[in-house]
């Protein structure tokens, strides 16, 4: 499979402390066990916070689409990424 043909994936997880992560994947069971510790890897910030739980998703298609809807929901306010996860609509253009 060419880097062209894979399903990049922006994502949001809930950590036991009710914070929220948020990051880019090919893979998402692989990203969220490594978060939880079930494999190798993982953030640093959601080691210290686990479990967490994947609670929204979105397919982009290429990597460099994901890092920028990555960076547009890290700016989101907590209000409008729980719009987010709840209605899939943060209230605002991402």
């Not at 700016?75 to 990424?81: A, N, T, V, Y």
């Amino acid at each position: 499979m060419t880097n062209l043909e894979t399903d990049w994936w922006v994502y949001l997880v809930r950590c036991s402390d009710q914070s929220l992560y948020t990051g880019v994947t090919t893979d998402l069971v692989r990203r969220v066990d490594e978060h939880n510790g079930r494999q190798p890897g993982g953030a640093r910030y959601t080691r210290a916070r686990r479990p967490v739980a994947l609670v929204w998703s979105e397919r982009c298609n290429s990597r460099s689409e994901a890092q920028r809807q990555e960076a547009a929901v890290r700016r989101l306010s907590r209000r409008q990424k729980d719009r987010l996860i709840d209605h899939g609509d943060p209230g605002v253009s991402v």
